[in-house]
């Protein structure tokens, strides 16, 4: 016996033996192949309905980056600030950075043809109007904020529909807000308010709350609105292509300290925390559901392990008498059990992994109505592989301890 157990491991030899040799009872290898299968389909769920949660997480964040910019610079204290400074000129120097904007926005009141909404008006330059990638997501009209000297706006689709607007039309909205710089008179309220005409040329669709809301015009309409002369409420940022994750982390900090504590230099993330914390949480919830649904199927393991302890009671007295350990005897059986789930693991990860990447490929699986894209999306991430080899491999491990435990503890008591 120990020269057998340093020529080979006999745990794990005899573990196997038992996992592919026909059983004496027909119903322990139904019971583990439906173990198996249990786990091969909880397994290649879970990948599949990770990788298409990152797909559709994604895709949420494009279409959020059609608006938000990569960096945002903002003050840490009141609404506007004037763009000047040696941080400020190091910035527009950089080659990582392919535009700097300045945008000016608040909440305004707009009335076009008697039809009247809160909306959220965005002032930008020319370079904006270059660079935005709303461009590519127009509905109808042109991306054009000045037609010779007349100022024109572009809106959401959302808020075009409430309002009526179309690019067809010539009618002109009227944006107002209230004077900063004058005191609310009862007796004449409209002296106590600014106001500026645009056409609307364009409408954009990119989500529903952005459509909803959103209204874009020249910034130098903007700042008469709102009384400004050269103050802008932010700086969008858009880094030049491919620059690594590294080297956008270094620039964040680098233009932090330059800036000093009165800005904020906020990316992605921290831009809108709330939506990007809800999509980790969201994402953890389904990993926490699946996982507990694998936990119900690997019960089966339990069963079907029990019935093969009891069924294989000689042999473990066989083993006892030839030298065995109690340990030893242990060993052989968790590993059994264990390696059934590790069958179903492997399987699992082959269909899962295969579908998602043919998925990813070829987008057979098309999404329902009129979306953004045609196909459900699937992004296949290395990380929630390992994360399921470890969560489902751990479960196994547990769940094939538990019977072996308790079985050979009373098998030995008795």
């Not at 945008?103 to 330059?125: H, M, N, P």
């Not at 909803?212 to 015009?217: A, G, S």
Request: with cysteine; hydrophobic share 45%; proline share 5%.
């Amino acid at each position: 016996m120990p020269y057998l157990c340093k020529t080979m491991n006999l745990p794990f030899f005899i573990a196997r033996r038992y996992l592919f040799a026909k059983k004496s009872h027909n119903v322990i290898n139904i019971i583990s192949a439906i173990s198996a299968i249990g786990m091969a389909i909880g397994t290649a769920a879970l990948i599949i309905i990770l990788s298409i949660y990152n797909g559709f997480d994604e895709l949420v964040k494009s279409t959020i980056g059609y608006v938000e910019p990569d960096v945002l610079v903002a003050p840490a204290r009141g609404k506007v600030f004037l763009p000047a400074g040696s941080g400020f000129e190091w910035l527009r120097s950089r080659p990582e950075v392919q535009s700097v904007c300045p945008i000016l926005q608040e909440q305004v009141f707009v009335d076009y043809d008697g039809r009247q909404s809160i909306a959220k008006a965005k002032g930008v330059d020319a370079a904006y109007e270059r660079e935005t990638p709303l461009k590519d997501n127009l509905r109808d009209g042109t991306f054009s904020l000045y037609k010779g000297d007349l100022p024109q706006i572009v809106v959401g689709a959302g808020l075009a529909y409430k309002m009526g607007m179309n690019p067809a039309f010539l009618s002109s909205a009227e944006i107002f807000f209230p004077a900063r710089n004058r005191s609310f008179s009862v007796a004449n309220p409209t002296a106590s308010i600014e106001s500026v005409r645009a056409r609307p040329v364009g409408i954009f669709s990119v989500n529903q709350e952005i459509d909803n809301e959103l209204l874009i015009l020249p910034i130098a309409e903007m700042r008469k609105l709102l009384g400004y002369e050269a103050e802008v409420s932010g700086l969008e940022i858009r880094w030049a292509d491919d620059l690594p994750q590294k080297e956008q982390r270094k620039f964040i900090r680098e233009l932090g300290k330059r800036l000093g504590p009165d800005f904020e230099v906020l990316d992605r993330f921290r831009q809108n925390p709330s939506l990007y914390k809800m999509m980790r949480y969201e994402k953890a919830a389904i990993f926490l559901i699946l996982i507990f649904i694998i936990i119900i199927i690997a019960s089966n393991i339990f069963g079907s392990l029990t019935m093969l302890i009891i069924e294989k009671r000689n042999d473990i007295e066989t083993y006892r008498s030839l030298g065995a350990t109690d340990s030893l005897v242990r060993k052989i059986f968790t590993l059994e059990g264990w390696l059934i789930s590790l069958l179903g693991l492997a399987t699992g990860l082959i269909i899962g992994i295969g579908f998602a990447l043919l998925q990813q490929r070829f987008g057979f699986i098309k999404m329902p109505g009129n979306f953004l894209v045609s196909a459900y999306p699937v992004i296949l991430q290395a990380g929630d592989i390992l994360l399921t080899i470890l969560g489902v491999a751990l479960i196994g491990y547990l769940i094939a301890r538990v019977p072996v435990q308790r079985s050979l503890s009373a098998g030995a008591k008795g």
